[in-house]
């Protein structure tokens, strides 16, 4: 499989999950976002609903950054990729790293330690895609 390739499937499952997000922020589609906050805060309670508008704010700012971030993958993996190989793959990288660390650790000050590992696994993906082949 090419880099690019690797690159570009990194890309849609990132525009995937962010407009996820974003969708979630509608008050019909809450429930996608609380089964995801049930999965990832324990003890699993029912205080966090009805989602605050701050709360869904947050949900279509973040959901647009990630989306944001797969388009950045997506346009990468093109004539960029051909002309500078080395210096893309650093870009993406750090990107990635500074992604999983603030997440993270915001995770975890959050009281959604759980969503830890469900990062380091986006953070393995981003790992495979920018292994040279």
Known sequence: MTQAKKLRIVA???IFFGLLTV???L???NGLYVLFADLVIWPATDTHRPLSAETRLTQAIMGGIFTGFGVIWWAAAGPLLEKAPQEVLRVL???????FMADSTGSVMAGAAANVPANFGFYLLFLWALKKV
């Open 12 to 14: 849609g499952v990132c």
């Open 23 to 25: 969708l979630s922020a």
């Open 27 to 29: 008050p019909a589609l």
């Open 93 to 99: 990288f750090l990107g990635a790293t500074a992604w």
